[in-house]
C-alpha cells in the first residue's frame, strides 16, 4: 500500500532525495502481510454496527424533555434539512458521495 503505509519498516532517511530507486523505496514499506492486517482491520472497522444509532438520534429520555428538546429537535430538523439537500444532489450527479450525509454518520464513536 505505497500511498498510504500504515508503518515504516525502517526509520525514516534522514536526508531529503537520498532515496532515489524503487528499489530504495521498498525498503521503508510493510511487507505484505502488515499491509494486509492492516487492510483487514481497516475493512472490519469500516462496517456499520449492528446498533447503528444516527447522528443526533439519543435513545435516553433526558434528551427528550425540557430544554434539551427543543434543541435536539431543532438539530434534527436541520440534519433531516441536509440529509433531503445530499440525497437530491447525489440524484443528479454522476458519482454519488452519501459519506458524510448526517444519516450515515453514528451519534458516536465506540469502537
Ligand atoms: C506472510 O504470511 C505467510 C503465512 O503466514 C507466510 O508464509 C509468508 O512468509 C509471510 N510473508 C512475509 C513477507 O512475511
Avoid: W
Wanted: hydrophobic share 35%; glycine share 2%; with cysteine.
Amino acid at each position: 500500500m505505497p500511498n498510504c503505509p500504515a508503518s515504516m519498516s525502517q526509520p525514516p532517511p534522514q536526508s531529503k532525495g537520498s532515496v532515489r530507486e524503487e528499489k530504495e523505496l521498498l525498503v521503508y514499506l510493510p511487507d505484505i502481510n502488515a499491509t494486509c492486517s492492516v487492510l483487514t482491520i481497516l475493512a472490519l472497522l469500516s462496517q456499520p454496527t449492528a446498533s447503528y444509532v444516527p447522528l443526533c438520534q439519543y435513545q435516553e429520555p433526558f434528551f427528550y424533555t425540557g430544554a434539551h428538546r427543543g434543541l435536539v429537535e431543532k438539530v434534527q430538523k436541520e440534519l433531516k434539512s441536509l440529509t433531503a439537500m445530499i440525497e437530491e444532489r447525489n440524484r443528479i450527479i454522476a458519482l454519488p458521495y452519501p459519506y458524510l450525509s448526517p444519516n450515515h454518520i453514528e451519534n458516536s464513536v465506540a469502537i
